[in-house]
């Protein structure tokens, strides 16, 4: 089992550019979530997936948009990256929306 | 989502039980509490979670006082790979309250 795996690892856009940021889970969990890191701060949720064909915000969702694609998948992109989306992003999946998390290894942003 | 109350930093000798209060005056009936920790550069990783009785699992106990307004997470042998960012959440049962955040955490700094 991989657990949460997230792609890329490292990326770097200019402003205006766009980009997906992929996350898979094999562990047959309901719910996936995306948050956001900036340095020397907590995690602040961006967006989450309660179950398959459902999607809600989070704390800091200007600016991204999500796609469950299946059970396993949940993307989240940038239209058009500014450089206030320099962070580290993390995608986790639990069971259920109240159940305890999972957490990838993250993908590295800098938006120059 | 109730909120959370935590001391930003704490030191605690190698081989000595650590242990890291949270502080959740408002928290409901229906809600848990969850315990996770970062170490650097790395994803959140769950540790433990309670309603109201005390837990114990591998890594940690939970104790959670009588009315529910705190918890105090001990890790009873800390050692240095246990230096890390502690959160404590309180996260609702009810299926569609799905949305927590991380707030900034305690800094344990465990020392040789």
């Known amino acids: 089992n991989a657990g949460v795996t997230q792609t890329p690892k490292f990326q770097v856009l200019k402003t205006g550019q766009s980009m997906t940021l992929q996350c898979a889970q094999d562990?047959?969990?309901?719910?996936m979530y995306w948050y956001r890191q900036d340095p020397g701060m907590g995690l602040r949720l961006i967006y989450y997936s309660a179950s398959e064909g459902t999607t809600d915000k989070g704390e800091v969702p200007n600016g991204y948009n999500v796609s469950r694609l299946n059970k396993r998948e949940f993307s989240l992109r940038l239209e058009s990256a500014a450089p206030s989306q320099t962070s580290v992003y993390f995608c986790?999946?639990?069971?259920?929306?109240?159940?305890?998390?999972?957490f990838g290894q993250g993908t590295r942003l800098t938006v120059v | 989502d109730a909120k959370t109350t935590q001391p930003p930093s704490m030191d605690c000798a190698e081989g000595r039980a650590a242990n890291l209060p949270c502080n959740h005056s408002t928290i409901s009936g229906n809600e848990y509490v969850y315990w996770y920790r970062q170490i650097h550069s790395q994803g959140p990783q769950y540790i433990i979670h309670g309603l109201k009785n005390n837990e114990t699992n591998e890594m940690a106990s939970l104790i959670i006082t009588e009315d529910r307004k705190s918890s105090t997470l001990i890790l009873p042998h800390a050692t240095l790979r246990d230096t890390a960012v502690y959160y404590c959440i309180v996260r609702p049962q009810d299926t569609n309250a799905g949305k927590s955040t991380f707030g900034d955490g305690t800094t344990l700094t465990v020392k040789p």
């Open positions: 562990m047959n969990h309901n719910s």
């Open positions: 986790a999946s639990s069971y259920q929306i109240n159940t305890e998390a999972f």
